[in-house]
């Protein structure tokens, strides 16, 4: 039995104390650090079932899946040496005292011993309309350390990454280098068996890793994690030497050292900058117009060489912290005016996790927007993913929705896929967007056909783009006709909650088909075909009439839309609602929104309204705030207000998740959803507006 010196129990105690921090705007489950592209996904978990509450020191930062990712942080202050990230053996933690998050920032303020306060400042920089930035899978980390108690304090900082981030598999063999560029020293580490396009454990095993900083006034050193931290407690530099000894990963822990002296701290603060970047020149591989080609990453195109741009990214922090800055301004902004504190809770908890399920990829004269779809099954680019995902990218820049559909248009117009209906992704697997030439993807069919149609015209609708309707005329109206089929009523088959399982004549999903040839409509108006547009309109018409009487419940009270025709006992979020908006189709009738306005918040429990009647506890946060989009205020702010509260309060540890127990607030059990791009649709409401 372990029985405390009553100094260990006062340093409990004290621990216990000054283990308090504050959280704004909440304390998400899972706080990004660098969070960028499907690969560089790196986060902290705060949540108690998998995380420590959210204090940078005294646990290790992890991959999305949760596998850690060996990241250090230590300063030395006049002798004595401290944590303030991650969870190295043998040194206290400093206490950290406040966390904020912003759309692209995630800002810690950790006190170290009563005398100096670090602040570390991770950014993420989202550029939707520079796509030379956005294409830079890279990431920031800005330290800065002030006194606190009013004295000089003699200080050196230091930070490690380990082998951890280059591949899943830790027993595979790492190599690194080192060296400077334009004044920025840089450790370069890779596996060293590189596999091209292959994952295991959904991380990269191609591509080099590098951590770097300014060379000026710093000391860099590989070797074994305790040997490289204790020559920096013990002497506040590092050695300038090199492990050559390549190994496993897990195997005596090699790490990549950087120590700064920063002499003789005051009030004034004394910043260092840190930057982690994933280089993979080759990025996915696409079964398009010319057959199945390799794709480089986007930023190939801009820079001669990847230490090229490593050093542009680098020096770009004043720009690129300026261009961020905008972006969480203009987000805070306008979530505050469209529905308050709460909504920016959601917001900006998704900026970082929606576009770090993507990478730019091509050349700067014929690029894509590649995306995956993250935990749920690792599909590349599933339509019913960046369906939901597409709120944020209508809100911030439409062009990113064209970039998302093109690859779908070229290898189905390609002649790539066999079925009538529209595929339901482009592969089984991020990276490899191999398509199914066999036709046997999991088939989605009215769901697939209704997305991408209400996609493109919502894409033209924003930039007067209808030469693109024009030129995918065909096979939209192909879908369409599709739509004609089955539309009204659906055939057994799955929507985008495919978890719930098969059903037939699902009232949601058959809206949104509804929807998808009034869409039609008017991309044939857009497209110079009037009489297509009146085919398409009257068609669409007539379904709705239908819809309404097989689709509701008018005897209940309150009447509500029901699950599934037939079946006047069930109940569901009628998202699919959103679409009417979304293109302004103005085709469902005012008392539809308005009743399932006064429905909702008849059903709602701790934590929001259940998805259906399938399963009473479990819900979708995404179609939540779709539905909330288009309730009325007092409906809208409840069904928010409840998804924040969630975030605050939630003991699940993982990025923010979009399927959750409306009851308890944890996962639903068996499928734990996690950092998946969908979360993108937080910003239904402000797509809205766009
Ligand atoms: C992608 O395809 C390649 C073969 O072209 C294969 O080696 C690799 O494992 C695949 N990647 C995934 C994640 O399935
Ligand atoms: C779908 O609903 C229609 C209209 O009520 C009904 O005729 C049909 O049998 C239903 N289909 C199935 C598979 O239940
Ligand atoms: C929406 O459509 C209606 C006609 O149905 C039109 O009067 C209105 O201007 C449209 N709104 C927008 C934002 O396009």
């Not at 710093?218 to 000894?245: A, M, P, W």
């Not at 944890?666 to 959803?673: Q, R």
Request: with cysteine; proline share 5%; hydrophobic share 35%.
């Amino acid at each position: 039995m372990y029985l405390p010196t009553l100094g260990a129990v006062s340093t409990l105690l004290a621990s216990l104390v000054t283990a308090q921090s504050t959280f704004t705007p909440a304390r998400p489950p899972a706080l990004p650090l660098a969070v960028k592209n499907p690969y560089l996904s790196t986060w902290f978990a705060a949540g108690s079932q998998r995380g420590n509450g959210g204090y940078l020191p005294g646990q290790w930062p992890s991959f999305w899946t949760g596998q850690i990712l060996g990241w250090a942080g230590l300063i030395r202050v006049d002798g004595e040496t401290f944590t303030w990230m991650g969870s190295p053996s043998n040194f206290e933690a400093a206490s950290q005292v406040a966390y904020e998050y912003t759309s692209t920032k995630s800002i810690f303020t950790i006190d170290v011993a009563d005398k100096v306060t670090v602040k570390a400042t991770f950014l993420s920089p989202v550029t939707p309309n520079d796509f030379k930035r956005q294409s830079l899978i890279s990431s920031y980390l800005s330290v800065s350390v002030f006194s606190k108690d009013g004295q000089k304090h003699d200080v050196q900082l230091y930070t490690d990454i380990s082998a951890e981030w280059v591949s899943g598999d830790s027993e595979s063999v790492a190599q690194w280098d080192s060296g400077e560029v334009d004044g920025i020293a840089y450790h370069k580490v890779w596996k060293q068996n590189q596999q091209l396009f292959h994952e295991i454990n959904d991380r990269a095993e191609w591509g080099n890793w590098y951590y770097a900083t300014d060379a000026a006034g710093h000391t860099r050193q590989s070797g074994r994690d305790e040997t490289v931290r204790g020559i920096f407690r013990d002497s506040g530099e590092l050695q300038g030497s090199k492990d050559t000894n390549y190994r496993p990963i897990n195997n005596d822990y090699p790490v990549f050292g950087f120590a700064v002296d920063l002499g003789s701290i005051g009030s004034s603060p004394v910043s260092t900058l840190f930057t982690i970047t994933l280089a993979q020149e080759t990025a996915i591989q696409f079964l398009g117009a010319d057959g199945l080609k390799n794709v480089p990453s986007l930023w190939t195109d801009y820079f001669d060489d990847e230490l090229a741009a490593l050093s542009f990214f680098y020096k770009d922090y004043p720009e690129s912290d300026k261009l961020s800055t905008e972006l969480d301004n203009k987000v805070a902004t306008d979530s505050k005016a469209a529905a308050g504190d709460n909504y920016l809770i959601l917001t900006s908890l998704a900026v970082r996790q929606a576009f770090g399920a993507t990478q730019l990829v091509g050349t700067q004269d014929k690029h894509y927007l590649f995306l995956k779809e993250i935990s749920s099954n690792g599909n590349m680019q599933t339509v019913d993913v960046f369906y939901p995902a597409s709120p944020i990218f209508f809100y911030m820049n439409p062009e990113l929705v064209k970039l998302l559909l093109d690859p779908h248009f070229e290898n189905q117009e390609s002649g790539h896929y066999p079925n009538k209906w529209a595929i339901h992704d482009l592969g089984t697997h991020y990276p490899n967007a191999t398509g199914h030439a066999d036709g046997n993807d999991e088939h989605m069919p009215v769901e697939e056909c209704g997305n991408n149609i209400i996609m493109a015209l919502a894409y033209a609708q924003r930039t007067n783009n209808n030469a693109y309707l024009t030129q995918h005329y065909d096979i939209l109206t192909q879908w369409a006709g599709y739509l004609v089929d089955d539309a009204l009523l659906p055939a057994e088959q799955l929507s985008t909650d495919d978890f719930a399982g098969h059903l037939a004549n699902q009232t949601n999903l058959a809206l949104k088909g509804i929807i998808g040839l009034a869409a039609t409509a008017e991309i044939a108006a857009r497209a110079n075909n009037p009489q297509d547009a009146d085919k398409y309109s009257a068609i669409a018409r007539s379904y709705i009439d239908q819809w309404q009487s097989l689709g509701i419940n008018y005897d209940d009270y309150p009447p509500h839309s029901i699950l599934t025709y037939n079946d006047q006992a069930t109940h569901g979020l009628l998202y699919n609602l959103y679409n009417d908006r979304l293109v302004n189709t103005s085709l469902v009738p005012q008392f539809v929104y308005d009743m399932q306005s006064t429905f909702y918040p008849t059903i709602k429990e701790r934590y929001g309204v259940a998805l259906d009647t399938r399963n009473q506890y479990w819900t979708k946060g995404d179609w939540e705030v779709f539905c909330a989009a288009v309730a009325s205020d007092e409906t809208r702010d409840l069904l928010i207000a409840a998804y924040a509260r969630w975030v605050a309060e939630t003991p699940t540890g993982s990025p923010f998740t979009d399927l959750y127990n409306v009851n308890v607030g944890t996962h639903v059990e068996g499928i734990e959803f996690k950092a998946r791009p969908v979360q993108g649709g937080m910003f239904a409401l402000l797509a809205l507006q766009s």
